[in-house]
């Protein structure tokens, strides 16, 4: 096996990470102060479209953890980067929240119900019967399919929450046209970041706590990963997947050293 180049930046997802449901995970507020004064290029991942970097910002702030809102990449924005790069100037019909939204505006998209050249479906705690059947239509009509990310499921303190991925399995089943996702576990979440952050992936790393989306993305992006135990994946689920990690950890606090 070749040997691995030092890490000189660093890719995290944030649920299951650094929080879990509102509550910051022990060792978050110093590894992110390690990030900040060793000066090297990190990234707060999220496959939640619902908010803007800003808004995360200051829940995240609120919670005792600092994350600038230049180091905050949601899978809206690399929906975003997407779209401007295969159609720039571009229309869509959006189902979806604030951090969608905001992301397609700052790249010029028009968003519209007459003849988009997208429907893009996002997180929304509001999905509708009367939008979905807008999108299914509209899908139908010739209007390209994205989706922000393929999760089916999101977490609450009450519990699962349907995601994306779900609302996206019932368009797709009405229009029968498959969704392209942006999110992770697609790489492109994991380039369109490196860029952001104008970094390499042979000196980078991911850190998450889902096999199924950081670890396969990272990995598939060319980075190292760590899998965390504090989130979705547990230690004994590891085994059941046809790759692995770099290295597993307990916790986030254990890779506070290798910064």
């Not at 939204?101 to 009367?130: K, M, N, Q």
């Not at 009509?141 to 609302?167: H, K, Q, W």
Request: hydrophobic content about 40%.
């Amino acid at each position: 096996m070749a040997e691995r180049k030092p890490i000189e930046s660093w890719l995290t997802d944030m649920d299951g990470v650094l929080i879990h449901e509102g509550v910051p995970i022990p060792g978050a507020d110093a590894f992110l102060k390690k990030l900040r004064e060793s000066g090297k290029p990190f990234l707060v991942l999220t496959n939640n479209s619902i908010y803007t970097p800003r808004d995360l910002h200051a829940r995240l702030t609120r919670m005792g953890l600092d994350v600038p809102v230049e180091n905050i990449w949601t899978s809206a924005l690399s929906t975003a980067q997407f779209l401007d790069d295969q159609r720039p100037g571009g229309t869509a019909y959006v189902i979806g929240e604030a951090g969608l939204t905001t992301a397609l505006h700052d790249i010029g998209y028009i968003l519209t119900d007459h003849e988009p050249d997208y429907v893009v479906l996002g997180e929304t705690r509001t999905y509708s019967f009367e939008a979905m059947t807008k999108a299914v239509r509209l899908i139908k009509d010739g209007a390209r399919f994205i989706c922000t990310n393929p999760d089916e499921t999101g977490p609450s303190a009450e519990g699962p929450l349907p995601a994306t991925g779900s609302v996206a399995a019932l368009i797709t089943k009405a229009s029968g046209k498959k969704p392209y996702f942006a999110g992770k576990p697609n790489p492109l979440m994991m380039r369109t970041g490196l860029n952001a952050l104008q970094a390499h992936s042979e000196t980078s790393a991911m850190i998450g706590d889902r096999m199924d989306t950081d670890v396969l993305a990272g990995m598939e992006a060319g980075m190292q990963t760590f899998l965390v135990l504090t989130g979705l994946t547990t230690r004994e689920e590891i085994d059941r997947f046809p790759f692995r990690p770099s290295r597993v950890v307990d916790s986030i606090a254990d890779l506070v050293d290798v910064v």
